[in-house]
């Protein structure tokens, strides 16, 4: 965070009420604000605790909201004194002062947090996860956190592995929204300065107003269309920052409102943050008009402290323990996430929350000597406070050296190489199943591993077609493909002998290089109708990303079946990520689902195949490799049972797909040995994340597949 998080912002000046209300001390603004200093404390409370699993506050990632309040109050409040002190060369107002007091405050405590977590992540993890995180220290060494998180499509709440720098997001945020706050507001105050049509203060108001109407309708929009983005994207929090900003305009005026200044509002605003911290969830759809509840309480909780102490601030909030936490409740943020996440890691499995607690009392202690010995002796050390160069070249200094750091981590890190002895060669289908057999027994990553460890995230069916069309669409759309005729020729020739489609989501994807080396062989016309997250069974989907139906998969799906009508294809081969339990009668859903599917498919005039999903390592399989190149089997590689994910769904679909008249084809004997799923067979990774096949493996399983495929008359 910037302001929210700075341990001691400059407050807004002192203002009289306009003319014809109170007036006098009972309606002077205050210069320090204990309130918001405790306040800190609460929003800082909120995050830690979620993050760390308290199960009552589920919706703690409000304190972030809060924080974003209190940001665009305090800089305001600041630009403020400046912009309205004088006209035109008279403005006391200086870019490079300010953004010189935002680097001594703010920068020492991020540089030293990204460099310490790239360092320790390499050493108490691997160089591939160091390399993830270097990158992942470029954007935040940039203030771009959240633009990557946006665009890699991260959902910050869900249960997957997250870069221990995620949460430099709401950092970006803010000093994103600060590289041009001030430039509109000087330029709002030179226009109403030249024009003199309205009073600057009015006009600043103004661009406030306009940023929270505008920013607030984006972003209701965008947490419905594309709820990932919407969390992290500066356009859709800007209103929240525009709220603090409107009531900083607005603070002589709103001083003069005396039932505004009383201890029930400061308690009405305290309520709507914990009533938002204890009733959202993650699902909630955020921010969009959830966000309103958080801000809201925070805009009347600011605002009943403008000129004189309330209740709430005498009780709780200027208490000496939430002052002291205010003051490092920065440091606190910066340092509490990467423990809690690395530790988890090292420790292979989700934190407790009796140690999770616990960290986050080590991180505190950390925060607390970062402020005692970097961000307190910066902040006021008297040469750079007299310089704004200096100033300004000890931030150059302090973003050099920490995005060398993080591109030495993403660039120089040591190419992966097995530590193991090099691998015999696969070349038949016998061999193949004595490499499933032996790698049951693998322990140490071979020397000739391929794809290697870095590349195993790229090893993927390419995603488009030879003419660059996308073969594999995204959640956000219900067309077929990007090309006009709605479908991608993914193998064979397009005016093959024989037409066959692969329908399905990206685990019916991950067949497409050993279905081309099939195409190719028997010159079929191998056609692409496949989506992320949309398996073609007839089944209603909640998508937990968009986290709400997902009814672009059921229009899509429909989108296939007309295609199917119109291509007649002999054959359509189908398969479906089973790689969690669902609650309720899903499974049953999906049975149905699956047999009404078939018959349709069936009244299509084509053959229906099934291919059974493949085993579920339920780790980032790369990752866990170069956590434990030495200790494959015991580390990484799951047993049958932990493999089957989901079992009575795997049974009900195979079942109702043969009554339903289909051919199934389960790959396990081609995966999986008695005992154990490897994830190297031979010099072969099998997979590139958590689930899905390496494009390389899938090829290798070619033959079988094309022996285990009904034969097309």
């Known amino acids: 965070m910037t302001a929210g998080l700075d341990p001691a912002p400059p407050p807004p000046a002192p203002a009289s009420a306009p003319a014809g209300q109170e007036t006098g001390p009972a309606t002077e603004l205050r210069r320090f604000r204990p309130d918001v200093e405790g306040l800190r404390a609460v929003a800082v409370l909120l995050v830690v605790l979620f993050h760390a699993g ?61 460099v310490v977590t790239v360092i320790a992540t390499w050493a108490s993890l691997s160089a591939l996860q160091a390399r993830q995180v ?15 998180l946006a665009l890699t499509g991260v959902d910050y709440q869900a249960n997957q592995d997250p870069s221990p720098l995620q949460h430099f997001w709401s950092l970006a945020v803010e000093e994103q929204f600060y590289l041009g706050w001030p430039l509109a507001l000087l330029a709002a105050v030179a226009v109403a300065r030249r024009t003199g049509r309205v009073s600057p203060r009015a006009a600043v108001a103004l661009v406030a107003g306009l940023v929270l109407v505008g920013a607030l309708a984006y972003s209701v929009h965008l947490t419905v269309a594309e709820p990932t983005p919407a969390y992290f994207l500066t356009p859709t929090r800007a209103w929240e920052l525009a709220a603090g900003a409107l009531l900083a305009v607005a603070a002589p005026r709103l001083a003069g409102i005396r039932w505004l200044r009383t201890t029930p509002v400061a308690w ?21 008009y959830a966000a309103a509840l958080p801000v809201a309480g925070t805009v009347l909780l600011l605002t009943a402290g403008l000129t004189r102490r309330t209740g709430l601030e005498r009780r709780l909030l200027g ?36 140690e999770a607690l616990a960290l986050c009392a080590v991180a505190l202690w950390m925060a607390l000597c970062t402020s005692i010995a970097l961000e307190n002796p910066l902040r006021s050390m008297p040469s750079l406070v007299a310089s704004t160069t200096r100033t300004l070249r000890l931030g150059a200094v302090l973003v050099l050296v920490t995005a060398l750091v993080a591109a030495a981590a993403a660039v120089v890190a040591p190419r992966l190489m097995g530590v193991g002895v090099q691998a015999a060669a696969i070349t038949d289908s016998a061999q193949l ?54 479908s991608c020729v993914a193998g064979g020739t397009a005016d093959g002998t024989t037409t066959v489609v692969v329908a399905g989501d990206s685990h019916a994807y991950q067949w497409i290089p050993a279905l081309r080396e099939i195409a190719g062989q028997r010159n079929w016309r191998l056609i692409s109708l496949t989506k992320s997250g949309c398996p073609l069974y007839d089944v209603v989907m909640v998508n937990t990303q968009l986290k709400r139906e997902y009814t672009e998969c059921t229009q899509w799906r429909e989108k296939v079946f007309e295609r199917i009508a ?96 289909a051919v199934v084809v389960d790959p396990q004997a081609w995966l999986c040995g008695p005992q154990r799923c490897p994830v190297i067979v031979g010099q072969y990774l099998v997979y590139s994340d958590n689930s899905h096949l390496t494009a390389t493996y899938a090829r290798l399983l070619a033959g079988r597949l094309a022996d285990a495929l009904p034969p097309l008359t």
Not at 63 to 84: C, E, R, W
Request: glycine share 8%; with cysteine; charged share 20%.
């Open 134 to 148: 270097g990158v992942d220290a470029l954007w935040a060494t940039f203030f771009g956190m959240n633009v990557h």
């Open 54 to 114: 308290v199960p009552a506050l589920r919706g703690g990632y409000v304190g972030v909201d809060v924080f974003l309040v209190i940001s665009g109050y305090l800089i305001t409040g600041h630009l403020l004194v400046g912009l309205l002190a004088g006209s035109g060369t008279e403005q006391r107002f200086s870019l490079a002062a300010f953004y010189a007091r935002r680097i001594r405050r703010l920068l020492p405590a991020a540089a030293l947090v990204v």
């Open 566 to 661: 119109d291509l007649r294809p002999a054959m359509v081969i189908t398969s479906a990520a089973v790689f969690s339990e669902r609650e309720g009668d899903f499974t049953a859903r999906w049975t149905t689902g699956v047999t009404t599917t078939m018959e349709r498919l069936r009244t299509l005039g084509t053959r229906p195949v099934v291919l059974a999903d493949v085993p579920y390592p339920r780790r980032d399989v790369p990752t866990c490799l170069a956590q434990h190149p030495a200790d494959v089997r015991d580390s990484c590689t799951p047993t049958l049972t932990d493999a089957m994910s989901d079992p009575e769904r795997r049974r009900a679909t195979a079942a109702a797909a043969v009554s339903a008249g």
């Open 319 to 354: 208490r000496a323990p939430l002052q002291a936490l205010g003051r490092l409740s920065y440091g606190w943020y910066l340092w509490h996430w990467p423990v809690l996440v690395l530790a988890a890691l090292v420790a292979g499995r989700d934190l407790r929350l009796p």
């Open 268 to 288: 009405a605003g305290l309520a709507l943050v914990l009533l938002a911290a204890t009733r959202f969830t993650p699902a909630t759809p955020f921010p969009g």
């Open 433 to 486: 199943d004595a490499a499933v057999l032996a790698g049951q027994r693998t322990d140490a990553v071979p020397a000739d591993l391929t794809p290697g460890l870095v590349e195993a995230a790229d090893d993927k069916p390419a995603l488009d077609a030879d003419d660059g069309i996308s073969c594999m669409v995204g959640l956000l759309t219900a067309e077929l493909s990007a090309d006009p005729g709605g």
